[in-house]
């Protein structure tokens, strides 16, 4: 029914935001001094990692396909994957751009601790 279809699309668009929310936190905190692992970690697996979910895929994939919707199924999971890589690549484009303007502007060294 039109719920179903409703979800897929939030689990979908929310994952593709999380993919461009996570390429630009990656970029940021690339070359941030001792910490940088760290707060991709924090960022990247927690935050932004709680957002997104792959389990909500998986569900709307098992009630497709026990509805016999297999070929919704795989453009669903094509449409995901290359959104979701679209989106990260995007996002890690905006924020090598956010950091080139920070550091040309005089913000913090970027060899510096976050």
Not at 73 to 80: D, E, G, K
Not at 85 to 90: D, I, Q, R, V, Y
Request: net charge neutral; aromatic share 14%.
């Amino acid at each position: 029914g039109s719920e179903s279809s409703l979800f897929l699309w939030a689990v979908f668009s929310e994952n593709v935001l999380g993919a461009f929310l996570l390429g630009i936190a990656v970029a940021l905190f690339v070359g941030r001094g001792k910490n940088s692992a760290a707060m991709r970690a924090f960022f990247g697996t927690g935050v932004i990692g709680s957002f997104t979910t792959f389990s909500g895929i998986t569900i709307d994939l098992a009630s497709g396909g026990q509805s016999g919707h297999f070929l919704l199924m795989s453009l669903y999971i094509v449409l995901s994957i290359t959104a979701g890589l679209t989106s990260a690549f995007a996002g890690l484009s905006l924020g090598r751009y956010m950091n080139y303007r920070w550091y040309i502007s005089g913000g913090t060294n970027r060899e510096g601790d976050v």
